[in-house]
């Protein structure tokens, strides 16, 4: 595996471990702009580094500021990591595995919860394990070993990726907004059918039950021919209703129509 | 199962709720002529059946469903804490066996669905005596 093929994670990997938690966040265009401005290797990025030993956070933020980004943040603690995040909204957020390779897990966790920005983790040696669990956590890329230029490079994967995905993402929303619309109007094009199909039944009903009063046999037959008809179509219809997710409530009162 | 009143000599009672007023008179008129079967009352939606069968307690109550207002499905678990002995019989154009099922289960006696032989099934699930044989017109 090269060191580029090393850097950068699938971005299906991240989304998908995002939408199991639950907390994907909703594309906004402003960060996205300033993640695509970001890819500009001359761009000067707001860096989050977060690491469980003091001294190598020290270390790799030197490193980062030589590489001429800023650091807006440097965490150690789980606790302070999600607030801090929210504040500052870094453009991307380098973590590294300390002396407990849980707790660099609790520092993602908690960095994707809060951050619409790529996360990297830096990891002395490749462990197939912890990397799986800190993808399933929302970690876009990892670097194993890093040197300071491998490092950029890793953020101008991440960056280059995340813009990618961000949209990807904001043209799947479009499709499901427009298939939410069509399925809306499809539902009330459905419910105004049973209403008039069942006017139709309800007339037919009527005819009938004049038709007995007067023993009429003949016409009566025929408008139970036409009712049995009628009858299939409006079952049909309705189990098409509540396949598309309307209720027994909405389709019976007729309330949903005016919507 | 019949509905039979303390007194056999008194007449089955009947509570016909339907937001159509014309099968409300065809009906009432065709029910009208079992000599043991007497109509008491109407309702056109699902509030004025409940109010209806808490003052007249009728032994048996027609409910349809689709009903502008409070539709039957609805009003049904009232309507049979509302009348606790009356058996609440669903008289409706909706065939669906989720439909059914559903009535079935919100405490419906039975479930008729609107057509020629409506009436001659009204009348056995209420236990009378059929002047109007099914599948004869």
Known sequence: MSQRERAALAPLAWGRARRRAGVVPRPVAGQVKRAMAAQNPSSRLRVLVANQRPHRLALLSRVIEGLGHQIVAQEVVVEAVGPDTARVRPDVALVGLGADPAHAHELISAIVREAFCPVIALIPDYDADWIEEAARRGIFAYIVDARPEEIQSAIDIALGRFVEYATLKGAFEQRDLALQEQLGLLRTRQRLLVEVQDGILQQLTTVTLGLQLGQLAEPLAATGRAIELAKSIVTQTIDDLLVSGSTLDEILDGSSFER | ?137
């Open chain 2, 1 to 137: 199962m019949t509905n039979t009143p303390a007194d056999p000599s008194r007449p089955l009672t009947v509570l016909i709720c339907d937001d159509n007023a014309d099968i409300r008179e065809r009906l009432t008129e065709l029910i009208g002529r079992e000599p043991g079967l007497r109509v008491i009352g109407w309702a056109g939606d699902g509030d004025e059946v409940i109010a209806k069968a808490r003052e007249l307690q009728p032994d048996v109550i027609t409910l349809d469903l689709s009903m502008q207002g409070r539709n039957g499905l609805d009003a049904l678990p009232d309507v049979v804490r509302a009348a606790p002995t009356a058996k609440t019989i669903v008289v409706s154009a909706y065939a669906s066996p989720t439909v059914v099922k559903e009535a079935m289960r919100r405490g419906a006696a039975g479930y008729i669905a609107k057509g020629t032989t409506m009436v001659a099934e009204l009348l056995l699930l209420i236990g009378s005596p059929c002047s109007i044989a099914a599948g004869s017109v």
